[in-house]
């Protein structure tokens, strides 16, 4: 049975820090892309940052570029999202995902194949 869970998230101010993390279990992950989105109150599901479990490629929406990381850490089968620079506007709640994709993905929420249940950010102006 295939588990993601998020931890990580927090109360910060604006300009802070924060790194989350995505512990993956259940199954060999090395065919997978793994995401990061994120929904804030109101607001739908929106695509972050995401990257296959092998190679280098990593993919970002714009407004997180300079600013936030993905990262995978294969012996604990864990992908980080590293946020800096944070603004009011990032707080949400923040998945992680894991979709099987043979060619380029698609960040789309309903394209992906398993959901954690989320990590809350919070930032305060």
């Known amino acids: 049975q295939v588990q993601l869970v998020e931890s990580g998230g927090g109360l910060v101010q604006a300009g802070g820090s924060l790194r989350l993390s995505c512990a993956a279990s259940?199954?060999?992950?090395?065919?997978?892309?793994m995401g990061w989105f994120r929904q804030a109150p109101g607001q739908e599901r929106e695509f972050v940052a995401g990257?296959?479990?092998?190679?280098?490629?990593?993919y970002y929406v714009d407004f997180v570029k300079g600013r936030f990381t993905i990262s995978r850490d294969n012996a604990k089968n864990t992908v980080y999202l590293q946020m800096n620079s944070l603004k009011p506007e990032d707080t949400a709640v923040y998945y992680c995902?894991?979709?099987?994709?043979?060619?380029?993905?698609?960040?789309?929420?309903?394209?992906?194949?398993?959901w954690g249940k989320g990590t809350l950010v919070t930032v305060s102006s």
């Open positions: 995902a894991a979709a099987q994709f043979q060619g380029a993905p698609i960040w789309n929420p309903l394209r992906m194949d398993y």
């Open positions: 259940g199954r060999t992950f090395t065919s997978y892309v």
């Open positions: 990257m296959r479990w092998s190679g280098d490629s990593r």
